[in-house]
């Protein structure tokens, strides 16, 4: 069987991130382009970025929401504000 995913250099790798889709901040471990597909036919890969947070438990996301972090945490207002100007 080959492989299901494969690890993707990214430039915030152990740095501090936040994910912008929840808010949550935290560690960017690592990102892995992987094979989410349930089918042996059809492959559906994706870029998932691996965040551990304060506690300590990791979660993921898609690697396009990731941004660093912040001293203030940003809302989506604040982001669509941003983006408009």
Do not use: K
Request: no cysteine.
């Amino acid at each position: 069987m080959p492989e299901q995913y494969e690890y993707v250099p990214h430039r915030l790798l152990r740095r501090r991130v936040r994910d912008i889709a929840s808010g949550v901040e935290g560690v960017l471990m690592a990102v892995v382009n992987e094979n989410v597909s349930d089918s042996a036919v059809y492959e559906r890969w994706v870029e998932l970025a691996y965040i551990r947070n304060a506690s300590g438990r990791e979660f993921t996301t898609a690697a396009s929401n990731v941004e660093p972090a912040h001293d203030q945490p940003r809302t989506a207002a604040s982001r669509r504000d941003q983006r408009s100007a």
